[in-house]
């Protein structure tokens, strides 16, 4: 039984995450900020992928949560990129890394999965919740590593907060990035909540049942 899936982002008015050189903007609301902080501690573990971690060097943590209360950070990170020094890896929070049996970086961690060939995200998740007992993940980006998630079918919930800027730039990221359409004719999503918050508003889709 694989854990619940819940992906989470923010993007601009014109569907950017970020601007052409992918360095972060603050798009999200002081009220979404609020909402984001509440939705991670009801989470077992948060997701990103490296990209994330080089472009943002996150903590991915609740800041009045200690150590064991805190959801476990997960990492994917195939080539290891990750550097040593990320906040990502401090003290805040329990840390998974998850990379291939050809990286040979080595991680000061809670736990380090490694796999052997193509990292498959289905096995990964099923080995999350057999070895750690993950039930339910946050994913929060980048791009391609939530597009990873949509396209092999493991979305389970998609939160957007839709800000009230435009950032413009035909390279510049988006929240299910890529080399192209995640699967053919798209992949539908039905729309349950709106909810205003700030200058922007939150959109709750859940994939369509087939």
Known sequence: MRPFVHVNCAMSADGKIAGVERKQVRISSDEDKTRVKELRKRYDAILVGVGT???????????ELDYDTNPIRIVIDPRGRTPDDALVLDERAPTVMITSED???????????????????????????????????????????IASFFKDGLVDRYTVFVGGLVIGGRTAPTPVDGDGWAVENGIGLVL???????????????????
Not at 53 to 63: E, I, Q, S
């Open 53 to 63: 971690v080089l472009a943002d060097d996150p903590h991915l943590t609740v800041k």
């Open 103 to 145: 990286c040979e970086k080595e991680w000061d961690c809670e736990e380090t999965i490694r796999f052997d060939g193509e990292l498959c995200l289905s096995e990964i998740l099923e080995k999350l919740a057999e070895e750690i007992g993950i039930e339910s993940i946050l994913v929060e980006g980048g791009g391609e590593t």
């Open 192 to 210: 349950k909540d709106v909810m205003i918050l700030g200058n922007g508003a939150v959109l709750t889709f859940e994939p369509e049942k087939k």
